[in-house]
Every structure is written in structure tokens, then in C-alpha cells.
């Protein structure tokens, strides 16, 4: 049941609305899903590869709350 803008929680809609709305972190959320990536690996990518925990308004990339599966339909839609 979707809560928050048509999404589970703030937390989803969030990283949601950064990734297609952020042209490098969409281009990036992209080529991850094209080569049969998730969003798991995509916030292992940004943590790993680029330092980053969270969004620029401070919503973390590994919150538990996040809908991983809506995050991977996200980005299968990028």
C-alpha cells in the first residue's frame, strides 16, 4: 500500500525522486540496472566508488525502511 507520494514511505519516494531527477546519479542507476544490477548494488556503488551515504537532504541510501523492490522497478524504468 503506497503512503507517501504513491511510494511505501518518504525514505523510498526520496531516493526515488534523486534518481530520476539527478542526471549523473540516473546515468549511473542506469548502466546498473542495464548490466543486470539492483539497487543494492547501486548504493554499494555509491558508497564504495564515491563515499556517499545519503541523499544531498540527508536520506540514507541503506535506510531499512526503503522498498528495495520499488527502487529496483525504478530503476529498470531509468
Not at 62 to 77: F, H, R, T, V
Request: glycine letters at 8%; hydrophobic letters at 45%.
Amino acid at each position: 500500500m503506497s503512503t507517501f507520494n504513491g511510494w511505501a514511505n518518504h525514505a523510498t519516494w526520496n531516493i526515488a525522486l534523486w534518481m530520476g531527477n539527478e542526471e549523473s546519479l540516473t546515468v549511473l542507476a542506469r548502466r546498473i540496472a542495464r548490466g543486470g544490477g539492483n539497487y543494492k548494488d547501486l548504493a554499494d556503488v555509491l558508497l564504495h566508488s564515491f563515499g556517499k551515504v545519503q541523499t544531498p537532504d540527508g536520506v540514507s541510501f541503506m535506510d531499512p525502511a526503503l522498498d528495495i523492490a520499488a527502487l529496483n522497478e525504478c530503476m529498470e524504468d531509468l
